[in-house]
């Protein structure tokens, strides 16, 4: 069964540092997508990158870059000059597909602080 | 683009009594919608996958008598509480798919369903 897994319940950092967000997922798969949501207390979830399987160049969004180790199925989140508006729930998810169906399989999340 | 609503944003009901939230895609047909639960400081977990025109799947677990999930149009998807109790009481989050081709969720703002 495919799991996604953020052994970081909360994490903290202090404004315009750098934090990076653990996550290892398992697959039998070959080509997937994998992504990282932000959960402001808004509660509104926003995509904050994704990472195609198949491209062995790390995506880059801004000040948010993943380290994507496949061999090691890691998906790690690096937010550069942290800011205050940073803070929330972040949730590494893998899109399952099956039969011809799909679905997102989230992790239990990472709360991050982010100190002024 | 791509815009996800849901309303209510917050409802209560009394136990036994049924509730409709609504899920709108505002600017793009979303041939696939997603329901979503959240439990207080817990990650999203897929309830149901209904696509237009067809009946919904549910995952393991969800009583699909309980909670009816109608997808009527390529913009409008319906979850209906039925007989609720109040460990019903969650957050509800809905997503939208653009097209078979297309992997990204687009996420609408969820609904706080309590039961009393």
């Known amino acids: 069964a495919q799991t996604v897994t953020q052994s970081q319940p909360e994490m903290s950092v202090q404004e315009a540092e750098t934090v990076t967000l653990s996550c290892t997922y398992d697959t039998s798969e070959s080509d997937y997508y994998l992504f990282w949501y932000k959960q402001p207390p808004s509660r509104q979830m926003i995509l904050v990158i994704r990472q195609e399987a198949y491209k062995q160049q790390n995506a880059t969004e801004n000040r948010f870059s993943v380290n994507f180790q496949k061999a090691a199925k890691s998906f790690s989140l690096k937010i550069s000059d942290s800011q205050l508006g940073d803070a929330a729930m972040y949730f590494c998810?893998?899109?399952?597909?099956?039969?011809?169906?799909?679905?997102?399989?989230f992790g239990k999340g990472t709360k991050l602080t982010v100190n002024p | 683009g791509a815009v996800v609503s849901q309303h209510p944003s917050w409802v209560i009901c009394k136990s036994g009594t049924s509730v409709k939230i609504e899920c709108r895609s505002l600017?793009?047909?979303?041939?696939?919608m997603f329901w979503y639960r959240q439990f207080p400081k817990q990650s999203l977990m897929l309830m149901a996958t209904s696509n237009e025109g067809s009946k919904a799947t549910y995952e393991q677990g969800v009583e699909k008598d309980k909670f009816l999930i109608n997808h009527a149009s390529l913009t409008l998807s319906t979850l209906t509480v039925t007989s609720a109790h109040p460990e019903d009481s969650s957050f509800y989050i809905c997503?939208?798919?653009?097209?078979?081709?297309?992997?990204?969720?687009?996420f609408g703002p969820g609904t706080r369903l309590t039961v009393t």
């Open positions: 600017d793009f047909q979303a041939t696939t």
């Open positions: 998810a893998y899109r399952l597909t099956q039969g011809g169906s799909e679905k997102l399989v």
């Open positions: 997503s939208a798919r653009k097209g078979a081709g297309s992997y990204e969720q687009y």
